[in-house]
């Protein structure tokens, strides 16, 4: 996906298309760990899907549940999501500075390199 240290560095039209690329990954992956708390808080705690959505935000976002969990399958979902909500934050800003990262090393390298010569 990234160029070797190599190569030259990237154009900015292209780099920018992998930066939006990166950015429509880490979106993609918030959509899906939002429909997976939706559809948990929906299934074990019977909460409208409004509610639903409020819940599983606050826990992804790390703010914390704004609906009391009532049942022990719903309690035993809130755990194990908010252990993945911790993960999925990390993925998904892992997933958007790469591309930033791996320029700016890149950039680094191709500098370090040419004072060498």
């Known amino acids: 996906m990234f160029e ?3 190569k030259p560095l990237l154009p900015r039209p292209a780099f920018y298309r992998r930066v939006a690329r990166s950015l429509a990954l880490a979106f993609a992956m918030v959509q899906v760990s939002l429909g997976i708390g939706m559809a ?3 299934g074990f705690e019977n909460l409208s899907w409004l509610d639903a959505f409020l819940n599983a935000a606050m826990i ?3 703010m914390g549940p704004v609906a009391s969990v009532q049942t022990t399958g719903g ?3 809130a755990g194990c999501y908010a252990l ?3 993960l999925a934050l990390i993925a998904t800003l892992a997933v958007i500075i790469a591309p930033l990262f791996h320029r700016f090393l890149h950039k680094f390298h191709l500098e370090t ?3 060498e010569k």
């Open 75 to 77: 309690k035993l979902f």
């Open 4 to 6: 070797s240290r190599k």
């Open 40 to 42: 948990g808080y929906h």
């Open 113 to 115: 390199e040419s004072r």
């Open 60 to 62: 992804l976002s790390g």
């Open 84 to 86: 993945f909500s911790g």
